[in-house]
């Protein structure tokens, strides 16, 4: 028997994150290499036995196992079919076949333990989006709609990208500035402007959850899921719907089960999860077979009810790097759901709530608009006044728990640097002086922030 986390260090899980490995295999088809990692997978799947740390967590893990092993072989089955068509020319049956198999109750039951809902997430949990000014100064971005979604009548600009279908725009967001810039490989700070995205409290928004944890993170992760499941979760931690835990403690599962099942439910989902993740190898190429599963997938959020978009980690920070802050590498992607009159997606309009977007070198520049003798610390935000209020009005308190939720993560730009507390990187600034912003919807401007 092997123990799991040795399972989770193996090629067929670690290639999702690995740019160099797929980088060697130049000379492999992506469709016989997919097929090759999500075959070697499914059999370690179904034939080996794993330990865990209990003996209680080995024992229900073998119990529940069958069930999710046919899952697992299902959707792989369906997610290579799919892969065939789309690449002998046949978009139109690749998308029934691929929508086909996650309709199916089997896996549409999978999908949907990993998702979170953000009704039940952290108050208000922050996102972020970036633009970067052009050169010629044409392109300005002063107003919210510049910087929301590509405007439906410039859908000619919408290049190919994972979750993006050429022409169909998507609303990009990241959990963290840091990230945003990163996916855009680190342009210059005097060329861009950010903004902060909230969701509406009213809104119920549901998104599927890929690849959020390294597979040597699950475990650890899935004991604090089960343990902790109606406390406030850390930032970025498995979010859970809290009439879960009382439906599992009525239906008598014990938190070793919760794991247990958890562990199941990822593993089962893996094929879709690493289809939609492994690194594009030719960077400049038009077309990049590994953006055909989550275009597809994109597609079927897109007419889905229950569905507005997708969660995944930052491939552009080596692995090395991510443990102490991955929860700040998160990228989430909100395809447009239905044309409007006024140039946006009608439904996103109506979940989110952001500010205005601003220059990062004018935004740094807005510490000044702080007390003289205060910083960007603890102490500080708890003494500093904005306008004639305290720090306990909305906006000082929203500063202030994103202070304290940022000095969870030991923070490094470059593997050179010595590691620092995120809140005290530029990156953490910013973010926590655009939660003393205004919030509107996107066509609102007539505010003054």
């Not at 402007?193 to 899935?222: C, H, I, K, Q």
């Not at 794991?259 to 030719?282: E, T, V």
Request: glycine share 4%; with cysteine; net charge neutral.
């Amino acid at each position: 028997m092997t123990n799991f986390t040795e399972f989770l260090k193996t090629d067929s899980m670690q290639a999702a994150f690995n740019r160099i490995m797929w980088k060697k295999n130049q000379h492999v088809e992506f469709e016989n290499y997919y097929s090759n990692l999500i075959d070697n997978f499914l059999h370690c799947f179904r034939d080996e036995s794993w330990t865990f740390d209990d003996n209680v967590t080995t024992q229900l893990f073998s119990e529940h196992k069958a069930e999710y092993v046919d899952s697992a072989f299902l959707l792989a089955g369906g997610i290579k079919s799919a892969l065939r068509l789309y690449l002998d020319g046949k978009p139109g049956p690749a998308y029934q076949c691929f929508a086909n198999i996650l309709n199916e109750d089997q896996i549409s039951s999978l999908l949907v333990k990993l998702t979170i809902f953000l009704e039940h997430a952290n108050p208000n949990p922050p996102f972020f989006r970036i633009r970067r000014k052009q050169s010629n100064g044409v392109d300005m971005i002063c107003s919210r709609k510049d910087i929301f979604h590509t405007p439906f009548s410039k859908r000619h600009l919408v290049k190919t990208s994972r979750y993006s279908i050429p022409g169909c725009p998507c609303l990009y967001l990241g959990r963290s500035v840091y990230v945003c810039w990163e996916e855009m490989q680190r342009p210059s700070f005097a060329e861009i402007y950010l903004s902060r995205f909230e969701f509406l409290e009213s809104t119920r928004l549901g998104v599927l959850r890929f690849n959020e944890w390294t597979p040597d993170m699950l475990y650890s992760e899935a004991v604090m899921f089960s343990t902790f499941p109606s406390l406030p979760v850390p930032y970025g931690s498995i979010d859970h719907d809290p009439s879960e835990n009382l439906r599992n403690s009525q239906l008598g599962y014990s938190y070793k089960e919760v794991i247990a099942k958890f562990l199941l439910s990822y593993l089962a989902i893996w094929p879709l999860s690493l289809a939609c993740s492994i690194p594009r190898q030719h960077e400049d190429a038009p077309f990049h077979a590994e953006y055909i599963i989550p275009q597809l997938l994109t597609q079927w959020i897109s007419e889905s009810k229950r569905y507005f978009g997708v969660s995944f980690r930052t491939t552009r920070v080596p692995s090395k790097r991510q443990a102490n802050y991955w929860p700040l590498l998160l990228n989430y992607a909100f395809p447009a759901k239905s044309n409007s009159d006024n140039d946006f997606c009608h439904e996103l309009q109506k979940k989110f709530l952001l500010t205005k977007p601003i220059s990062w070198e004018l935004l740094q520049n807005s510490e000044e608009f702080l007390s003289r003798d205060t910083s960007l610390t603890e102490e500080g935000l708890l003494n500093q006044r904005i306008g004639s209020e305290t720090c306990y009005n909305e906006k000082g308190s929203k500063m202030l728990r994103d202070f304290r939720r940022m000095r969870l993560y030991q923070f490094k730009l470059n593997e050179e640097n010595e590691p620092m507390q995120y809140s005290s990187s530029g990156f953490g600034k910013a973010e926590i002086l655009l939660a003393g912003h205004h919030f509107a919807p996107v066509y609102k401007e007539d505010d003054y922030d």
